[in-house]
């Protein structure tokens, strides 16, 4: 069992940047592929970024490409989501998941766990 709990997420205007943390339970986070998604008012949870267990290859949503990036640090079991150039159209609950393989997907019915989501809002 995994347990995820993000964190960072809050009020911030138009081009602003925010830093999403994840905070993840277990002795075999090393061997998780990681994910973010986010959801927006009135939409469905939608894909944001993921990485491979060892970090090394990464993957995004063409909307944030070349504005968020994400990170992990296996030695303290946490996944980060940096996000520079906000924009209004990025708000939403941020969700960390993660699965049980160390491989990446962007669907979220392959992601096993679940955090409880942080909200972001992007002001214009």
């Known amino acids: 069992q995994v347990q995820l709990v993000e964190s960072g997420g809050g009020l911030v205007q138009a081009g602003g940047s925010l830093a999403l943390s994840c905070a993840a339970s277990?002795?075999?986070?090393?061997?998780?592929?990681m994910g973010w998604f986010r959801q927006a008012p009135g939409k469905e949870r939608e894909f944001v970024a993921a990485i491979d267990w060892s970090g090394n290859n990464t993957y995004y949503a063409n909307s944030v490409k070349g504005r968020f990036t994400i990170s992990r640090d296996n030695a303290k079991n946490t996944v980060s989501l940096r996000m520079n150039s906000l924009k209004p159209e990025d708000t939403g609950v941020y969700y960390c998941?993660?699965?049980?393989?160390?491989?990446?997907?962007?669907?979220?019915?392959?992601?096993?766990?679940w955090g409880q989501g942080t909200q972001v809002t992007v002001s214009s």
């Open positions: 998941a993660a699965r049980n393989t160390g491989v990446i997907v962007t669907l979220e019915k392959f992601y096993a766990y």
């Open positions: 277990g002795r075999t986070f090393s061997s998780y592929a």
